[in-house]
């Protein structure tokens, strides 16, 4: 293999994650002092299972599950080798007449063969034979996989009722937040890690988390093939659960995969000496198992394809639209998870954001086909009147053969007809459902806005909001595609995942190597585009995409108000906290809400005061300022948001928190909480009784998603005004890097142009960065400095890189100074022509002879 550079250069953190003096700290307890919970190992894997025993409501619940599992595969297995050797289809059908000795009609078991025959005919069929092999050996392995869960998960339900103090039927109405409290309290006691005297939120969420968020961080930087374009069809995603389980089993669990352990890197991939070697042997690896797909194949297909049919059918007869229904796809989920948010965290957003995503994508309905439908459902429905009324006249009618089968066809047809026909009261407003979906999925494109009329919005919304028939039919073509993704297109980018997991892997005390992403620190992987303008030192490649770093900060803070962030980061949360709340207080103060109704908002903060008008007191005690230039232009996604909160459907958001005041009696407790005080507010429903509690956690849960959409909307509202005018990266527009950087043209990376007509690639083209005077300001921040014109100091041990310092400077005028990169890691100021030097990678091995250098992250 020749020898290449990548875009990715090593990152070394310098940011603390436990209170000062607990750097080396490890805890000793003496023998007889130590609870059953003192020092467990496993961090990753026990979290885990307290999660999603939490999830499963429970151990009951989850050992029925469990067993139903095991019950549901044996049936289908069993189920199909009956259909396929033990009926005669000939009886079934009446194409064979049954002798019997009185005149009773032909009955079901007359259709069966005897147990003999239907024996006979399975030991003679040697696929059948190789069939049950298969699927007697993956019930066996599932079989005793369910034993030690069992004994593990009694385990788990023993540290909830003992530690934990919470039994198992109070456990479905608690909450992540409540149980996440305890733990963190409990730590003090047990000391269920002995590195760290206290446990954070961060710290759980990492361990429970760490492989889905290298999953959400090559899904950012478009590392992983995905996304291809095809003949005839475009530009098309490509991700199923079979192609996501190869993913983990190549990178973090299976044999020879990139970990040792679930909480630590193998120290050959931390090296960057011998690279090389290492992608050859992750080349190969992905061709074995690639391969071990391709001849499982026939197995997976035929599997794939009964489950679907034993899982569909029942529901496509019940309901025939079901499969013009939509879903979010797991492409969807995984572009727009955040980093650190779980999966009920991670549904529950995008469950509030379907109905606006639903309206959103009927408003294409072609006009044409809308047409075709209306009168192949009036031709269909007459013809199924008359069946209907010949049936109601005369049942004998239903024994004429195939008129039952003809009600049934056209009910369908009629059905899915009626898909194709818009409601007749559905108003075109695409704009305002996009703002919508914005505001509750916090992720989107910058070309969509302003563009949500056109088709090409609508097919790449798509990609994420998928038909249901779409989802089924990828699923069962994943058998064939999976190995031809994993042998054509993952094997030629180990190199570049080799660099990933050693550039962007950082060691945490306490918690282990985990992705330098989740860390969510602005100054090493922030965008300047995304507000963290002067607050950030990482390079083009160590920022994030779309804001996720940003974005990510934000709503992790919001779920988690107990969480005390580092200082920078603190400073980050607090300022746009601040910008908001000064623009609350404003509107509040001098405009009466309900007025606000009668003309059109001004601001987005006076637009959420217009329907909850007890929001500002609740939501925005500890938030600042908001311009009304950036939120003019968000006042008709809240407006909309609000009218599709799942809350403000039901009952009145004044009303709720009135109620919920009542019903909990800890008035003061809860302002705290939305205050920011230190106490989870959601937690309070231990003292109350069980629907009380939820109640209060309902509402609660409400305005903390509703203050995350209105902190998403703004910052969104702020980066489309400061980066007007130049070229967007986000995953729409970036190639895929399944190249090095050498087989780019040497004038495409010396003089890159901000006007071409095509996109730029986000790993080898920098953008250009405004000046922090062109980032908006309140008007009622008096003399106090914008965002874009703070900096933070930066520290000694910030960042070491190969490719050479940093390459963003402070030109004249105070704007910021972007390197354009030129081949093998040289960089050359924009305009100027690039010379083709590089500073020289280290030679094979040399990293080897001495013990590797990792920050750890204390």
Same mark, same amino acid.
């Given at each position: 293999?020749?020898?290449?550079?990548?875009?990715?250069?090593?990152?070394?953190?310098?940011?603390?994650?436990?209170?000062?003096?607990?750097?080396?700290?490890?805890?000793?307890?003496?023998?007889?002092?130590?609870?059953?919970?003192?020092?467990?190992?496993?961090?990753?894997?026990?979290?885990?299972?307290?999660?999603?025993?939490?999830?499963?409501?429970?151990?009951?619940?989850?050992?029925?599950?469990?067993?139903?599992?095991?019950?549901?595969?044996?049936?289908?297995?069993?189920?199909?080798?009956?259909?396929?050797?033990?009926?005669?289809?000939?009886?079934?059908?009446?194409?064979?007449?049954?002798?019997?000795?009185?005149?009773?009609?032909?009955?079901?078991?007359?259709?069966?063969?005897?147990?003999?025959?239907?024996?006979?005919?399975?030991?003679?069929?040697?696929?059948?034979?190789?069939?049950?092999?298969?699927?007697?050996?993956?019930?066996?392995?599932?079989?005793?996989?369910?034993?030690?869960?069992?004994?593990?998960?009694?385990?788990?339900?023993?540290?909830?009722?003992?530690?934990?103090?919470?039994?198992?039927?109070?456990?479905?109405?608690?909450?992540?937040?409540?149980?996440?409290?305890?733990?963190?309290?409990?730590?003090?006691?047990?000391?269920?890690?002995?590195?760290?005297?206290?446990?954070?939120?961060?710290?759980?969420?990492?361990?429970?988390?760490?492989?889905?968020?290298?999953?959400?961080?090559?899904?950012?930087?478009?590392?992983?093939?995905?996304?291809?374009?095809?003949?005839?069809?475009?530009?098309?995603?490509?991700?199923?659960?079979?192609?996501?389980?190869?993913?983990?089993?190549?990178?973090?669990?299976?044999?020879?995969?990139?970990?040792?352990?679930?909480?630590?890197?193998?120290?050959?991939?931390?090296?960057?000496?011998?690279?090389?070697?290492?992608?050859?042997?992750?080349?190969?690896?992905?061709?074995?198992?690639?391969?071990?797909?391709? /001849?499982?194949?026939?197995?997976?297909?035929?599997?794939?394809?009964?489950?679907?049919?034993?899982?569909?059918?029942?529901?496509?007869?019940? =309901?025939?639209?079901?499969?013009?229904?939509?879903?979010?796809?797991?492409?969807?989920?995984?572009?727009?998870?955040?980093?650190?948010?779980?999966?009920?965290?991670?549904?529950?957003?995008?469950?509030?954001?379907?109905?606006?995503?639903?309206?959103?994508?009927?408003?294409?309905?072609?006009? /044409?086909?809308?047409?075709?439908?209306?009168?192949?459902?009036?031709?269909?429905?007459?013809?199924?009147?008359?069946?209907?009324? /010949?049936?109601?006249?005369?049942?004998?009618?239903? %024994?004429?053969?195939?008129?039952?089968?003809?009600?049934?066809?056209?009910?369908?047809?009629?059905?899915?007809?009626?898909?194709?026909?818009?409601?007749?009261?559905?108003?075109?407003?695409?704009?305002?459902?996009?703002?919508?979906?914005?505001?509750?999925?916090?992720?989107?494109?910058?070309?969509?806005?302003?563009?949500?009329?056109?088709?090409?919005?609508?097919?790449?919304?798509?990609?994420?909001?998928?038909?249901?028939?779409?989802?089924?039919?990828?699923?069962?073509?994943?058998?064939?595609?999976?190995?031809?993704?994993?042998?054509?297109?993952?094997?030629?980018?180990?190199? =570049?995942?080799?660099?990933?997991?050693?550039?962007?892997?950082?060691?945490?005390?306490?918690?282990?190597?985990?992705?330098?992403?989740?860390?969510?620190?602005?100054?090493?992987?922030?965008?300047?585009?995304?507000?963290?303008?002067?607050?950030?030192?990482?390079?083009?490649?160590?920022?994030?995409?779309?804001?996720?770093?940003?974005?990510?900060?934000?709503?992790?803070?919001?779920?988690?108000?107990?969480?005390?962030?580092?200082?920078?980061?603190?400073?980050?949360?607090?300022?746009?906290?601040?910008?908001?709340?000064?623009?609350?207080?404003?509107?509040?103060?001098?405009?009466?809400?309900?007025?606000?109704?009668?003309?059109?908002?001004?601001?987005?903060?006076?637009?959420?005061?217009?329907?909850?008008?007890?929001?500002?007191?609740?939501?925005?005690?500890?938030?600042?300022?908001?311009?009304?230039? %950036?939120?003019?232009?968000?006042?008709?996604?809240?407006?909309?948001?609000?009218?599709?909160?799942?809350?403000?459907?039901?009952?009145?958001?004044?009303?709720?928190?009135?109620?919920?005041?009542?019903?909990?009696?800890?008035?003061?407790?809860?302002?705290?909480?939305?205050?920011?005080?230190?106490?989870?507010?959601?937690?309070?429903?231990?003292?109350?009784? %069980?629907?009380?509690?939820?109640?209060?956690?309902?509402?609660?849960?409400?305005?903390?998603?509703?203050?995350?959409?209105?902190?998403?909307?703004?910052?969104?509202?702020?980066?489309?005004?400061?980066?007007?005018?130049?070229?967007?990266?986000?995953?729409?527009?970036?190639?895929?890097?399944?190249?090095?950087?050498?087989?780019?043209?040497?004038?495409?990376?010396?003089?890159?142009?901000?006007?071409?007509?095509?996109?730029?690639?986000?790993?080898?083209?920098?953008?250009?960065?405004?000046?922090?005077?062109?980032?908006?300001?309140?008007?009622?921040?008096?003399?106090?400095?914008?965002?874009?014109?703070?900096?933070?100091?930066?520290?000694?041990?910030?960042?070491?890189?190969?490719?050479?310092?940093?390459?963003?400077?402070?030109?004249?005028?105070?704007?910021?100074?972007?390197?354009?990169?030129?081949?093998?890691?040289?960089?050359?100021?924009?305009?100027?022509?690039?010379?083709?030097?590089?500073?020289?990678?280290?030679?094979?091995?040399?990293?080897?002879?001495?013990?590797?250098?990792?920050?750890?992250?204390?």
């Amino acid at each position: 293999m020749a020898h290449f550079d990548t875009e990715y250069q090593r990152l070394e953190a310098s940011y603390s994650d436990s209170p000062p003096g607990e750097e080396n700290l490890l805890m000793h307890v003496p023998e007889g002092a130590k609870s059953q919970w003192h020092h467990i190992e496993n961090l990753d894997l026990f979290f885990q299972r307290v999660y999603n025993l939490h999830q499963k409501n429970g151990f009951t619940c989850m050992l029925m599950g469990e067993i139903f599992e095991l019950v549901q595969l044996l049936f289908v297995v069993g189920f199909t080798v009956f259909l396929a050797n033990c009926v005669d289809y000939d009886i079934l059908f009446a194409n064979k007449f049954v002798n019997h000795t009185d005149s009773s009609k032909v009955t079901l078991p007359d259709a069966f063969i005897p147990m003999d025959v239907c024996s006979n005919r399975i030991r003679d069929n040697a696929f059948v034979i190789f069939v049950l092999i298969i699927s007697g050996v993956f019930w066996l392995h599932r079989f005793i996989k369910f034993i030690y869960n069992v004994c593990c998960y009694w385990e788990i339900r023993s540290f909830y009722i003992n530690a934990l103090k919470m039994s198992m039927s109070e456990l479905p109405y608690a909450t992540w937040q409540e149980v996440q409290a305890r733990i963190v309290e409990i730590q003090k006691e047990h000391q269920i890690c002995i590195h760290k005297k206290e446990l954070t939120e961060l710290d759980i969420y990492h361990r429970i988390l760490r492989f889905k968020n290298y999953m959400v961080a090559m899904v950012n930087k478009s590392l992983l093939p995905v996304r291809f374009r095809l003949p005839m069809l475009g530009d098309c995603v490509f991700y199923t659960r079979g192609l996501k389980y190869n993913f983990e089993l190549i990178f973090f669990w299976g044999p020879g995969s990139l970990f040792e352990n679930e909480w630590s890197l193998k120290p050959e991939y931390k090296r960057g000496g011998n690279r090389m070697e290492l992608a050859n042997r992750l080349a190969c690896r992905i061709l074995w198992i690639g391969i071990a797909n391709l /001849l499982l194949c026939p197995v997976i297909l035929v599997w794939q394809i009964l489950y679907a049919f034993f899982s569909y059918t029942e529901v496509i007869k019940r =309901e025939p639209g079901s499969l013009g229904a939509r879903c979010w796809s797991l492409y969807g989920r995984c572009y727009l998870r955040h980093f650190n948010e779980l999966d009920h965290e991670l549904m529950s957003r995008l469950s509030k954001g379907y109905k606006a995503a639903s309206k959103y994508m009927n408003c294409f309905l072609s006009p /044409l086909l809308t047409v075709v439908a209306k009168n192949v459902a009036f031709f269909a429905g007459s013809l199924l009147a008359v069946l209907i009324a /010949l049936t109601i006249y005369d049942e004998d009618v239903l %024994a004429v053969e195939h008129v039952l089968s003809s009600i049934t066809l056209l009910g369908v047809c009629i059905t899915v007809c009626r898909s194709f026909i818009p409601d007749k009261h559905m108003v075109f407003c695409p704009e305002q459902l996009l703002r919508v979906i914005l505001a509750h999925i916090h992720y989107m494109p910058d070309h969509w806005q302003g563009n949500a009329h056109r088709y090409e919005t609508r097919d790449q919304f798509s990609q994420l909001f998928q038909y249901k028939a779409v989802f089924i039919l990828e699923e069962l073509l994943s058998p064939v595609v999976t190995p031809i993704i994993l042998i054509f297109c993952l094997r030629r980018k180990s190199l =570049e995942i080799i660099d990933f997991f050693r550039h962007f892997t950082v060691e945490v005390v306490g918690v282990g190597d985990t992705c330098s992403f989740a860390q969510m620190d602005i100054r090493q992987h922030g965008h300047p585009a995304w507000m963290s303008e002067g607050k950030t030192e990482a390079s083009i490649y160590q920022q994030a995409e779309d804001g996720k770093t940003e974005l990510s900060l934000m709503h992790f803070a919001i779920t988690n108000p107990q969480w005390q962030p580092p200082r920078e980061t603190t400073h980050f949360i607090s300022q746009l906290k601040e910008r908001v709340h000064r623009e609350a207080t404003g509107v509040s103060s001098d405009t009466h809400p309900l007025s606000l109704s009668e003309s059109e908002p001004r601001s987005l903060i006076a637009n959420l005061l217009a329907g909850p008008s007890t929001l500002a007191s609740v939501h925005f005690v500890r938030d600042g300022s908001i311009t009304n230039h %950036a939120a003019a232009g968000i006042g008709d996604g809240a407006s909309a948001l609000r009218s599709l909160s799942p809350i403000s459907s039901s009952l009145h958001l004044r009303g709720s928190l009135s109620a919920a005041h009542r019903a909990a009696s800890h008035a003061s407790v809860m302002s705290r909480a939305m205050a920011g005080s230190g106490t989870d507010a959601r937690t309070v429903s231990s003292g109350s009784s %069980a629907w009380e509690g939820q109640l209060t956690s309902l509402v609660l849960s409400e305005y903390a998603s509703t203050e995350m959409s209105i902190h998403a909307l703004y910052m969104h509202e702020l980066h489309k005004q400061q980066s007007r005018g130049e070229l967007s990266r986000h995953t729409w527009h970036r190639q895929e890097s399944d190249e090095s950087s050498d087989s780019i043209p040497d004038e495409v990376r010396s003089e890159p142009k901000p006007h071409s007509k095509h996109f730029p690639r986000s790993q080898t083209f920098p953008t250009t960065v405004p000046s922090p005077s062109s980032i908006p300001t309140s008007a009622s921040a008096g003399g106090s400095t914008t965002m874009g014109q703070e900096r933070v100091s930066s520290h000694s041990g910030s960042q070491r890189r190969y490719s050479g310092p940093n390459t963003d400077s402070v030109g004249p005028g105070r704007k910021v100074v972007r390197s354009a990169r030129v081949p093998m890691g040289g960089w050359a100021e924009d305009g100027q022509a690039a010379p083709r030097q590089h500073e020289p990678l280290p030679e094979e091995g040399s990293e080897d002879e001495m013990p590797p250098h990792i920050h750890k992250v204390t």
